[in-house]
């Protein structure tokens, strides 16, 4: 059996929509996780016109996912950090502070597209933030960082049913700490800005955490806890993301570039991280508080 869930930002979700789309694919009764705000209903296949209905509710603020109804709640969530978890770049804030914003902005689109390689890319826009103040660091946690709507109740919710949470990041150590700390991750990993004498020395510690790091992190993580990938949610936006989002269970592209969404069957483009948890199958009543 599969599960067609739909989702949209508060208040724009039409009822008859949801009907309409029921009757038409033969599908169980209607079920309402919120009013107006997320709906789900069973099928006995998979739709042969799937991706064109998904390509007209996105008109409308919609986003469509069709699933298998077994095993769709995980007992892990492993979340990128980077325009995922928070609303910003890092390495990008970073960069605005030491005046060579715009350069590295053009490296990191490209790099989150798939265009140049991850590793690299890192390397050469570090390189750019050689002798900035350490102090610039906490600057940019304090004044330009802000969280995901729906980060916080996502963890909360999957951590008070018995899961565990892990921020995977090609970012930095430094911010990875703070924000697993204010959503209450159980566990973060990171890449660690190399610092002397109070300045950035314009590297980063070896071995980089990109693509591959994320997929053996899924992998360590769910060995030790005795579960296996089709345990977890994993949720990001790059090209350095794809490779856990294709091992995990389920795979959520979150807001992510069109290059990246294209290789994933489950895509949020208007609702927030609380999407996760509708796809699972909760209830705005089940969930916790964050």
């Known amino acids: 059996m599969l599960i067609a869930t739909l989702i949209a930002p508060p208040g724009a979700l039409d009822p008859a929509l949801v009907e309409n789309l029921r009757n038409a694919w033969g599908g169980g009764d209607v079920q309402w996780l919120n009013p107006d705000e997320a709906a789900e209903f069973a099928l006995a296949e998979m739709p042969g016109n799937r991706w064109d209905v998904w390509d007209d509710l996105q008109k409308l603020r919609v986003d469509l996912v069709v699933q298998p109804a077994q095993g769709r709640r995980k007992s892990m969530l492993l979340a990128d950090m980077d325009s995922t978890m928070i609303e910003q770049e890092c390495i990008d804030e970073l960069a605005d502070e030491a ?5 590295v ?3 990191t689109a490209r790099a989150m597209n798939g265009e140049i390689d991850f590793e690299g890319a890192l390397i050469e826009r570090v390189g750019l933030l050689r002798d900035l103040p350490e102090q610039i660091i906490a600057k940019v946690l304090a004044e330009r960082i802000t969280f995901m709507p729906g980060g916080k109740t996502l963890v909360a919710t999957m951590r008070a049913q018995g899961g565990h949470a892990a921020l995977v990041s090609g970012g930095f150590t430094a911010f990875t700490a703070l924000v697993a700390d204010a959503l ?3 566990e973060h990993r990171a890449n660690g800005l190399l610092i ?3 300045v950035l020395t314009g590297d980063v510690a070896r071995p980089i955490l990109g693509r591959q790091a994320k997929i053996e992190a899924l992998e360590e993580i769910t ?4 579960l296996t990938a089709a345990d977890v949610i ?15 269970g389920t795979g959520v592209a979150l807001h992510a570039k069109p290059s990246v969404a294209a290789e994933c069957d489950v895509r949020i483009n208007h609702g927030d991280l609380t999407a996760l ?3 699972q199958g909760y209830a705005r009543t089940e969930f916790a508080a964050g």
């Open 223 to 226: 060995a030790r806890l005795g």
């Open 184 to 186: 209450a991750f159980d």
């Open 196 to 198: 002397e004498k109070g």
């Open 105 to 107: 902005k053009e490296i």
């Open 277 to 279: 948890l509708y796809l």
């Open 234 to 248: 994993a949720v990001g936006d790059g090209a350095n993301d794809l490779g856990m989002l294709g091992r995990a």
């Open 99 to 103: 005046g060579v914003g715009e350069r």
